[in-house]
């Protein structure tokens, strides 16, 4: 393996002048989309979850955890399947877009916002609704403390839908289709280059892939640690 | 609160037909652990809705569309203090935050109470990282800063060392001596009600039993299981044989005891008595001197002679029942002795009559109280 090792230098410094850094953005903005669309969706959607009690909110959350675990290979051919220009949402044209790969990154993470929404509310003492309330909290001002109240776990829930998307390969390359200067990601590229043979620029992206996960979480595991003492 | 009834598992769990507190009152509702004590007060904070009946507010119904501006006028003050993570400041600024006062406004009160409470010094203290103590001042502080007209406290003590307890408690009183604010406590410590409580209202089974002054419910429980809760500890069944002026003579089995009542004869009637009104004697074969202090020397065999038999006597005591020791139980700096006369009697007496007594399980004692202790509660026959 020294050999790819020692080529990944200079292929990266290559790259850089072109396609890694314009790469490395798509991929930090179509995950960093989807993250942040999933939060929007799946907070008030977990939040709700975790509050209210109803007939079949059994059956809701195990569709939840079961969603936690979709393979995003299988999300992407649902997706694909979906915009395909012969398809029910064909008309869209979003097929091979960036946006398709938000939308099949949404559905991967989505859940997962959800589901550790749902633990990290209901491990709160029950009766914290009862003294917020009981302080003259509106629901509203109510749902805001116990997100504040449920900061870590909610921190974690972030970093763990960004680390899903960010890392995933089946659904951005089915829906997206690794197209050069449109659709390609890191991940998609670095299935492209060992498709090649290209190992060193393989590893090289592979790196880098790495180090960006590592910067982001270690920025949120910082704002988590901070939480911690307070 | 008017005829709410409480359901949970399709059981009724807590049945009120009317309980009301006045401003600048304060309301003790005292009950045994698991009777619906936190329920009836999170029922009156509408955080529980009941099946059926109304939550009122200077008489007006507290609807679904009244609930929140009536929770911004109350106070609610729980068990454990549940403090938000968040600064000591933070968290006593919580509810004037909540009704968007000014942010001066805020400043200046939270500081206030902070002092008020002795927490001053905590106020950028993480609320998770103070003592139970300091804690529970917190969550006093929380709800006090509100300026509240009901203030709801549910067991704000359970959580505390006794003597934190202690100090908290002045420190309560104090406060709701001199603040107009209606005042619901909740509580299983008897103590804590009475200290506390302008009136008192026993819950048990989820219904208010009694309710009144507090030295009338201790005096004059109206059945069996408040005077067992009260710490009537003593209750003999028996029969009254004779009355008249206001004075009736009780049989309970062998015995006669006198007591203060009207009540007619033949009526059957529970006799119930409160340790502290029962004076222990030595067998009067050994000549020992009284257990309680202050009464002369004890009769030359009052067993013998039956209840108010001897007018010569020093003491005013009517009833005097013979019987042996049968448990002494230690509590704090009193022990109860349990005598049994037929029936059990249990006293309270302290450590050092006990010892100058040389009482021991097995001693032959008197047992002896007076017709106004007793309390007559009739039964159905």
């Not at chain 1, 939040?47 to 059956?59: E, N, P, V, Y």
């Not at chain 2, 038999?309 to 009517?318: I, N, T």
């Amino acid at each position: 393996m020294d050999g790819p090792i020692r080529e990944a230098t200079p292929v990266l410094q290559s790259l850089l002048g072109g396609d890694l850094l314009e790469v490395t953005l798509r991929s930090l903005v179509v995950s960093g989309t989807a993250t942040v669309i999933s939060l929007v969706i799946g907070l008030p959607l977990g939040t709700w979850l975790a509050l209210t009690g109803f007939r079949s909110r059994g059956l809701a959350l195990s569709l939840v955890n079961t969603g936690m675990a979709l393979p995003p290979v299988v999300v992407g051919l649902f997706v694909a399947f979906m915009l395909w220009r012969t398809g029910p949402l064909g008309g869209l044209e979003l097929i091979y877009t960036p946006t398709a790969m938000v939308i099949a990154q949404v559905i991967i993470a989505a859940p997962i916002v959800i589901g550790l929404t749902v633990a990290a509310l209901g491990q709160l003492d029950p009766r914290l609704r009862l003294q917020l309330l009981g302080l003259g909290a509106s629901r509203a001002q109510m749902i805001w403390w116990l997100w504040k109240e449920a900061r870590l776990p909610l921190l974690a829930a972030l970093m763990a839908a960004f680390g899903s998307v960010i890392s995933e390969v089946g659904a951005a390359m089915m829906v997206g289709g690794n197209i050069r200067h449109q659709t390609r990601v890191l991940t998609t590229s670095i299935v492209l280059e060992v498709g090649k043979g290209e190992f060193g620029a393989a590893i090289g992206l592979g790196i880098v892939l790495l180090a960006l996960a590592f910067l982001i979480n270690a920025v949120l595991t910082r704002a988590q640690q901070r939480g911690l003492h307070r | 609160m008017r005829d709410v009834v409480v359901v949970r598992a399709a059981r009724p769990i807590l049945t009120i037909e009317s309980l009301a507190v006045a401003e600048g009152e304060t309301l003790a509702v005292v009950g045994p652990n698991g009777v619906g004590k936190s329920t009836l007060l999170l029922t009156m904070a509408t955080l529980v809705q009941p099946r059926s009946g109304h939550v009122l507010f200077r008489g007006a119904p507290v609807g679904p569309r009244e609930e929140l501006a009536y929770r911004r006028r109350i106070g609610l003050v729980l068990a454990d203090p549940l403090l938000f993570a968040a600064s000591v400041f933070d968290n006593v600024a919580s509810g004037l935050r909540f009704r968007s006062v000014p942010d001066d406004e805020v400043r200046v009160r939270v500081a206030d109470w902070l002092d008020r409470m002795g927490i001053g010094h905590l106020r950028d203290r993480p609320a998770r990282q103070i003592s139970s103590g300091e804690a529970q001042r917190v969550g006093l502080a929380r709800a006090f800063v509100l300026e509240p007209d009901l203030l709801l406290l549910d067991e704000p003590f359970a959580s505390v060392d006794a003597a934190t307890r202690a100090r908290l408690l002045d420190d309560l009183d104090d406060l709701l001596r001199t603040m107009p604010v209606a005042c619901v406590l909740v509580t299983h410590d008897l103590d804590e009600a009475v200290r506390i409580g302008d009136r008192l209202a026993v819950l048990l089974d989820g219904r208010i039993r009694q309710e009144g002054a507090p030295e009338t419910v201790l005096a004059a429980p109206v059945d069996d299981e408040v005077a067992a809760f009260v710490g009537t500890e003593t209750r003999m069944a028996g029969q009254v044989v004779a009355g008249g002026d206001g004075l009736v003579t009780v049989a309970v089995g062998s015995h006669r005891i006198d007591a203060v009542s009207t009540l007619e004869p033949g009526c059957r009637v529970l006799c119930c008595l409160r340790p502290e009104d029962v004076t222990i004697w030595a067998d009067p074969v050994t000549g020992s001197a009284p257990a309680q202090h202050g009464l002369a020397g004890a009769p030359a065999s009052l067993a013998d002679k039956g209840p108010g038999a001897d007018p010569g006597h020093a003491s005013s005591a009517r009833n005097h029942l013979p019987g042996r020791i049968t448990r002494l139980t230690p509590d704090g700096p009193l022990i109860r002795v349990t005598v049994d006369c037929g029936v059990p009697v249990i006293a309270s007496i302290t450590r050092e009559s006990a010892a100058d007594l040389q009482l021991a399980v097995g001693r032959a004692v008197i047992a002896t109280f007076k017709a106004t202790a007793v309390h007559l509660i009739p039964r159905a026959t």
